[in-house]
């Protein structure tokens, strides 16, 4: 019964952000709402989406969770390599409990915030690839839920 309710919450939660994002023209913020519901449903400390090109590139970077010092360290943003490429590439999804045990894991930057746990989904319009929605950071993981 409680997880019923949960999913009731949830589903009550994702309609309401999706109305809010209908109603928004501006492209930037209808990808950070985009970030803000996933971090939000997923419970996940830190959520980007990654606008790519027709070769999967990253030409857009847009992130929730970290800090300025964060980005300031961190330095450019990702251009779509590694695992945050391979999503793009194939079109699927990848889930983790442990990002640098992945085949495509190429590293991070240095100064970037420890990560472990990982969830990236691409984001299609009419069967095309437009980006690739990260969020990172659940305590206990992400399940197939």
Do not use: C, W
């Not at 790519?52 to 990253?58: F, L, P, Q």
């Not at 857009?60 to 590439?89: C, K, M, Q, W, Y």
Request: charged share 25%; glycine share 12%; net charge negative.
């Amino acid at each position: 019964m409680v997880e019923r309710r949960q999913g009731r919450d949830d589903l009550l939660l994702l309609i309401k952000r999706a109305s809010a994002i209908v109603e928004q023209v501006d492209v930037q913020s209808l990808l950070d709402s985009t970030i803000d519901a996933a971090v939000e449903l997923t419970g996940a400390r830190y959520g980007a989406l990654g606008v790519v090109d027709e070769h999967g590139k990253i030409i857009e970077f847009h992130h929730r969770g970290a800090t300025d010092l964060d980005i300031e360290h961190i330095g450019n943003p990702p251009v779509g390599r590694g695992v945050l490429g391979d999503i793009s590439r194939h079109g699927s999804i990848v889930r983790v409990d442990d990002i640098t045990a992945h085949d495509g894991y190429t590293g991070m930057p240095s100064g970037h915030p420890n990560m472990s746990s990982f969830l990236g989904v691409p984001v299609k319009a009419r069967d095309k690839i437009f980006g690739n929605l990260y969020v990172t950071e659940k305590p206990g993981g992400f399940d197939e839920e």
